[in-house]
């Protein structure tokens, strides 16, 4: 910053009687820790008038904080349009801080940037003895041009001051006081120090966390003794265009062989939270292999499982919704429905390709693919319904698995969810999701499970809300209700007469009463609804 030597204004610095200070911060000529000196002093309040005193002591307190807003973490996004304001009164200072959730790559099939997913760094730095509160106002101005606008309402920002290396997942809370008013989203943050404060749409599964993850289960698949009669392999089916594997455990002596894939969606962070429970329980990865309870026994008895983490590593490295690195909603590419519009492809989506062909390699007898919604406060589960395969054993076999899912983990429900398509014709149109190709490519039983955002409306927690322990929990239980599905899914004539009432199939909707929740309209496999585009 430049200042002149006479009494003229340059650009927001001002000279005066041998003294300089700027609208935005102190020139180095003059810091008021220099006002405890007495000679100082002495000069300083016999040349300077009192009112000019008062406005740089106010001023010095103001531009001693600082408020550092960065996303350069794995996993970060967010704008930062115009920079922060920040005022003093006593020993308290507000703020305010306006922020953009940045887009993804543009998406050539549905003709849209998708974007939602937010995490960033608020730094904060200046505050002492004399200023001990700072209230910050974080205003996401963009929040109307998201692709799900629509999800605001009913929404919790997550938060934490610890580390994103933490395992401690409970560390993140949620601020209860976020609100979407006149377009924006809007939360109030009381920092009562200095420090980093992360600021997540839902909580981040960082890149290192992946990592991680594939090594412990690398180490337990090479040292336990328990799992060699299970022939566990971790390998890589091929890489992403920016270069990352595409790591997949199997594990399992059975004869139904079951695929499980996460994370197709790399702002759906909780798909890989889930993957991390379903994991840990399936290696006894907590003690190292060593012992594996009774239920997971029997599953790794019946199935020989295929489990992909993540399948859109790149895009999760930048922190987007909905793509890859080239702009391809993955749940978008595994056939090809649209003219001009080949899919999967190695250039576009080597990830669906390098699954799709171990898949035809080794065949399917079960298909989950996990999810996130962010409209829905409940955990629910999305089949195959109105495609050519599905018929009375596909429904029969849907709703007994949602049953049996329920009854491992109450945060399942069935009655609220994505409805079906209307009839055949429009289902059609929606061959290329993966739940749909892989049901009728193999004649099995193919979902998708959709985990909130939001709170989740079943065991309602607002201070944690839907949390990564409850993600992982969720994958922890997912062994219950294979276990109880193993006799079922290649079962011929009509099986389902063993089934109890509870168990049937029930077609879900979308109605709900929540304030200022809109319907989704026919929102089917989360698409955005053509009005949003």
């Given amino acids: 910053m430049h200042c002149r030597d006479d009494d003229e204004w340059s650009g927001s610095c001002h000279r005066s009687s041998g003294w300089s200070w700027c609208g935005a911060e102190w020139c180095a000529q003059f810091q008021l820790h220099q006002l405890l000196n007495p000679h100082f002093r002495a000069l300083f309040f016999t040349t300077i008038p009192p009112f000019v005193i008062i406005l740089l002591i106010i001023f010095s307190r103001t531009m001693a904080i600082k408020i550092s807003i960065t996303a350069s973490h794995d996993g970060g996004n967010i704008l930062i349009p115009t920079p922060p304001t920040i005022s003093v009164s006593g020993k308290t200072a507000k703020a305010k801080v306006t922020l953009h959730v940045r887009p993804d790559v543009y998406t050539e099939l549905e003709k849209i940037a998708h974007m939602q997913y937010f995490s960033f760094r608020s730094f904060i730095s200046g505050m002492d003895d004399n200023v001990k509160l700072l209230t910050v106002q974080y205003i996401i101005e963009n929040a109307h041009a998201t692709s799900y606008p629509e999800a605001w309402p009913g929404s919790s920002v997550c938060y934490t001051t610890k580390s994103l290396d933490s395992q401690d997942d409970d560390a993140w809370k949620r601020n209860v006081t976020t609100k979407y008013i006149d377009?924006?989203?809007?939360?109030?943050?009381?920092?009562?120090?200095?420090?980093?404060?992360?600021?997540?749409?839902?909580?981040?599964?960082?890149?290192?966390?992946?990592?991680?993850?594939?090594?412990?289960?690398?180490?337990?698949?090479?040292?336990?003794?328990?799992?060699?009669?299970y022939n566990p392999v971790v390998e890589s089916l091929g890489t992403t265009t920016e270069g990352r594997e595409m790591e997949c455990i199997s594990i399992g002596k059975g004869d139904l062989i079951a695929w499980i894939t996460h994370r197709q969606h790399p702002g759906?962070?909780?798909?890989?939270?889930?993957?991390?429970?379903?994991?840990?329980?399936?290696?006894?990865?907590?003690?190292?292999?060593?012992?594996?309870?009774?239920?997971?026994?029997g599953v790794l008895n019946k199935y020989r499982l295929y489990i992909i983490p993540c399948m859109c590593p790149d895009g999760a490295v930048r922190g987007h919704l909905r793509c890859n690195s080239v702009g391809a909603n993955l749940n978008r590419e595994w056939a090809t429905v649209h003219e001009n519009y080949e899919a999967p492809t190695l250039t576009r989506s080597p990830e669906v390709y390098a699954v799709l062909n171990k898949m035809d390699e080794t065949g399917c007898d079960f298909f989950l693919d996990v999810h996130g919604d962010e409209e829905l406060p409940y955990v629910f589960l999305s089949g195959a319904e109105k495609t050519p395969k599905w018929g009375d054993r596909m429904e029969h076999l849907h709703g007994y698995f949602v049953s049996c899912y329920q009854r491992s983990n109450s945060d399942v429900q069935k009655e609220i969810g994505y409805p079906p398509p209307e009839d055949e014709e429009k289902a059609l149109a929606y061959m290329n999701v993966g739940t749909n190709q892989v049901s009728n490519r193999f004649d099995c039983l193919g979902l998708t499970l959709e985990m909130p955002y939001k709170d989740c409306a079943t065991n309602s927690d607002p201070d944690l809300g839907f949390s990564p322990a409850r993600a992982k929990k969720l994958g922890k239980t997912l062994l219950e209700a294979l276990n109880d599905m193993s006799p079922f899914l290649r079962a011929e004539g009509d099986f389902w007469t063993v089934f109890s009432e509870e168990d049937k199939y029930v077609e879900p909707t979308d109605n709900f009463k929540e304030e200022g929740f809109v319907m989704l309209k026919k929102r089917f496999y989360s698409d955005v609804r053509p009005h949003d585009q």
């Fill in 183 to 229: 377009g924006k989203l809007t939360w109030t943050h009381v920092h009562n120090r200095n420090g980093s404060t992360f600021f997540s749409y839902w909580p981040p599964y960082t890149y290192d966390r992946h990592l991680k993850l594939i090594s412990d289960c690398s180490q337990v698949v090479t040292s336990s003794k328990t799992l060699a009669e």
């Fill in 268 to 297: 759906e962070t909780m798909a890989e939270f889930y993957a991390e429970g379903l994991l840990h329980r399936l290696l006894g990865v907590d003690d190292n292999g060593q012992t594996l309870d009774d239920v997971t026994k």
